[in-house]
């Protein structure tokens, strides 16, 4: 009998001691947070530059002002000069299209973007390239066969009757010459295949585009935790 009691409050005494251990176990970790969308990525760079430029023209003694309120011309042409440089534009890219992009090296937009993304120029000519994809995709598809006879049919519907075709057409007729000259069904099927070779054509700038923006958004993160801190020890 004294066997059995003993028995009895040894399992017992290890019931306890296992039930005390697994109230000690931790508590299983929160599950990891989505990473933001790319339009939130987009909001968060744009929310970092505009409170770079806003603290670059402030060090300047100057302020954005919205559109409506009036500046004296001086004032308006200091304002873009501590916005965007002087000239001559430092920076210069030639797209596949034929179209060269320019753009100023120094300024409050150019300091900001050099802050965010480490190397303003590579940040520059990758943007650019990257931003014109589109645009280089569907100048190539104009080398197409089936572009050039669809290009041809809507020009003949959109020309006035027995006459060239002067200036741009209503928007209407351009729409429905664009649905029955079989162009849209054209760009439809050729735009996918085009902008996926484009992109492979400029790999190494998409990738530097994809490296330059990652290095932003992490940037970014710093700026709103500094920025953050900074309130709370003003506050306090």
Known sequence: MRHAV???????AAALVLAGCATVRPAPAPPAAAPPSRPEQDRILKAAEHRL??????????????VSQAR???DDSRLQTALFGKDPRELSITLATGHTVTANSDGCVAAAR????????????????????????????????????????????????????????????????????????????????????????????????????????LRAAELSAHATQKKGNDAS
């Open 72 to 74: 004296a011309p001086a």
């Open 114 to 217: 050099a802050n965010l993304y480490g190397d303003q120029t590579r940040w520059f000519r990758a943007q650019v390239t990257v931003d014109n994809l589109r645009a280089e995709a569907q100048a190539r598809m104009k080398d197409d066969p089936a572009h050039r006879a669809a290009l041809d049919r809507w020009t003949r519907c959109a020309a006035p009757s027995g006459g060239p075709r002067t200036g741009r057409p209503d928007p209407a007729v351009a729409d429905r010459c664009t649905r029955e000259s079989g162009l849209a069904d054209v760009r439809a099927r050729l735009e996918p295949v085009e902008l996926a070779t484009v992109r492979t054509l400029r790999r190494d700038q998409v990738a530097t585009y994809e490296q330059l923006r990652a290095r932003a958004l």
């Open 6 to 12: 003993r028995r009895t409050l040894l399992t017992a």
């Open 53 to 66: 430029v806003v603290d670059c023209l402030t060090a300047q003694g100057l302020a954005l002002r919205p």
